[in-house]
T-cell receptor, first 112, second 113 residues
Framework: DGGITQSPKYLFRKEGQNVTLSCEQN?????MYWYRQDPGQGLRLIYY???????QKGDIAEGYSVSREKKESFPLTVTSAQKNPTAFYLC???????????FGPGTRLTVT | QKEVEQNSGPLSVPEGAIASLNCTYS??????FFWYRQYSGKSPELIMF????GDKEDGRFTAQLNKASQYVSLLIRDSQPSDSATYLC?????????????FGRGTQLTVWP
């Protein structure tokens, strides 16, 4: 069953703790993306990657870090430096030859 | 910064009517346009994409693109209550080989029985 999986669905953390969100895809897609969505807001790009071991900052990269050690995996770490980390985090991917991005189910992070 | 503008709504239509969702974008050179549907609490789902001027139809959905006016729209014919969702417009950055998208804030659609 092909698709994008994100885990966990819900995540609760205390302020000051780093947390890593998982994103895995078995679609053999080259490009992967992390977005953040806040209530009533559009999607804002955090990081994106086209190939293994390479990634670029998006519009709101501060306080976040990523890695792309495998084509199918693109984990996002929300560090304690992120001032307002509570949000809905979405991972997406697409083939290099197509710009049609598909999304995972998302992780809802709450930091208190 | 690329701008993608949508009316936030809410847009409310009766069942069976045509719902018209609109989107404008700032980058005249943009070439690829996408419509996503997002149900409350869920992730966005790609429903339409259009690359050329004119209309593209897929079932009850029609995407319309006018590059001269920098305007893209989504028409939903025979609207159903199950169409009630937020619709996100996205535009591809022409300067990026990676294909990053810029999203509008979305239009909330309610279809009432």
């Amino acid at each position: 069953d092909g698709g994008i999986t994100q885990s966990p669905k819900y995540l609760f953390r205390k302020e000051g703790q780093n947390v890593t969100l998982s994103c895995e895809q078995n679609l053999n897609h080259d490009a992967m993306y992390w977005y953040r969505q806040d209530p009533g807001q559009g999607l804002r790009l955090i990081y994106y990657s086209q190939i293994v071991n390479d990634f670029q900052k998006g519009d709101i990269a501060e306080g976040y870090s990523v890695s792309r050690e495998k084509k199918e995996s693109f984990p996002l770490t929300v560090t304690s430096a992120q001032k307002n980390p509570t949000a809905f985090y979405l991972c997406a991917s697409n083939e290099a030859s197509s710009y049609e991005q598909y999304f995972g189910p998302g992780t809802r992070l709450t930091v208190t | 910064q690329k701008e993608v503008e949508q009316n936030s709504g809410p847009l409310s239509v009766p069942e069976g009517a045509i719902a018209s969702l609109n989107c404008t974008y700032s980058d005249r050179g943009s070439q690829s346009f996408f419509w996503y549907r997002q149900y409350s609490g869920k992730s966005p789902e790609l429903i339409m994409f259009i690359y050329s001027n004119g209309d593209k139809e897929d079932g009850r959905f029609t995407a319309q693109l006018n590059k001269a006016s920098q305007y893209v729209s989504l028409l939903i014919r025979d609207s159903q209550p199950s169409d009630s969702a937020t619709y996100l417009c996205a535009v591809r950055d022409r300067g990026s080989t990676l294909g990053r998208l810029y999203f509008g804030r979305g239009t909330q659609l309610t279809v009432w029985p």
